[in-house]
């Protein structure tokens, strides 16, 4: 009995074996591909406002300004310093008067022995050349005083005041009405406008220009304003200091500029950072290159001629 169950269950064990291994496999069950993650979405960041232009105050003379110079070259200025300048085109006396105020981070002017005094007086620490051109002589080309082709300026001013001819001064402290006042002294003569010849107006050079073009009067300039407006001053012509610079046989004529950032330590609030880089921009010999062929194309001659250290150097 005990043996007959024995291989009764080894029967139904073998049976089920078999079942088993007949039995079709397992369909696998199909996987879903899991879905990609979405990509993490950044924050559009608002778009970066430009920084503002910062803002430079020069003082300089009228010449700089009524020549055309300064339109020609501070667009470079301002587009490589993102900068904005505020141009106070005045006589030299009261460019450097402002500057003494803090009224102006940077001066450009052409009077030598006044630059000086602003940096001992310490309202400049350093005064830098930067061009020169010369003053020359103009009059009614009928020239009444009989000065064309004078060698000197004392003798040109000497001939004016004896035949009591019109004479235009700026009379403004200008650099230009400075050098006049030290021609007429060396005579000596000192005109006043009581002698009804002589004409004190106050001016820029543009305007002094226009002046003795309509009233025949001789004047003091210098040659790159001239130069410049020559095609409106039909009734003037150059009677004293040549056609151009070579020609000058006067040394005394001859304009050196110079720019002079203003102190800091007594005007705290002065751009001095951007004043020290146009200082050393106008000084560089790519600008120094850029005055020299300012206006030899149209006039045939530059109206200012670069003398900085830096070009100097490169010279």
């Known amino acids: 009995m005990f043996k007959r169950s024995i291989l009764m269950l080894a029967s139904l064990l073998l049976v089920l074996a078999l079942l088993i291994a007949c039995a079709p496999p397992a ?15 950044e924050p559009t960041a608002a778009p970066a406002e430009p920084a503002a232009s910062a803002k430079l105050i020069l003082a300089t003379t009228t010449s700089t300004a009524d020549s055309g110079l300064l339109d020609a070259i501070l667009p470079d200025f301002e587009q490589k310093f993102n900068a904005d300048v505020d141009v106070i085109a005045v006589g030299t006396g009261q460019a450097l008067e402002i500057g003494s105020k803090g009224d102006a981070d940077v001066v450009l002017v052409h009077s030598r022995k006044a630059e000086d005094k602003f940096v001992a007086d310490g309202f400049a620490k350093e005064r830098f050349d ?12 009928e020239d009444p005083a009989s000065i064309a082709g004078m060698a000197s300026a004392k003798e040109a ?12 001064s700026r009379g403004d ?48 300039t210098d040659r790159g304003t001239y130069l410049s407006m020559r095609d409106k001053l039909p009734n003037l012509a150059i009677l004293v200091g040549g056609e ?4 000058n046989q006067d040394k005394v004529l001859l304009n050196p500029y110079g720019v002079l ?18 200082v050393e921009w106008i ?11 300012y206006g030899v194309e149209r006039f045939g001659q530059p109206l200012f001629y670069p003398s900085s250290a830096q070009w100097q150097a490169s010279q």
């Open 261 to 278: 950032a203003v102190n800091p330590e007594l005007h705290p609030h002065v751009n001095a950072a951007l004043a020290a880089s146009f």
């Open 283 to 293: 000084t560089s010999v790519e600008t120094q290159q850029v005055i020299g062929e």
């Open 27 to 41: 369909t696998p069950v199909a996987q879903v591909p899991a879905e990609p993650a979405a990509p993490a979405v």
């Open 173 to 220: 402290k200008s650099g230009t009405h400075n050098k006049e006042m030290a021609i007429w002294a060396s005579i000596p003569i000192t005109p006043t406008t009581d002698m009804g010849w002589y004409n004190s107006l106050g001016q820029g050079m543009g305007d002094t220009l226009v002046f003795a073009n309509e009233a025949g009067a001789y004047t003091l």
């Open 157 to 168: 001013f000497g001939a004016i005041a004896d035949a009591s001819q019109p004479f235009a």
């Open 244 to 247: 151009n610079l070579a020609e």
């Open 130 to 141: 930067v061009m020169f051109n010369d003053f020359i002589i103009v009059g009614p080309g």
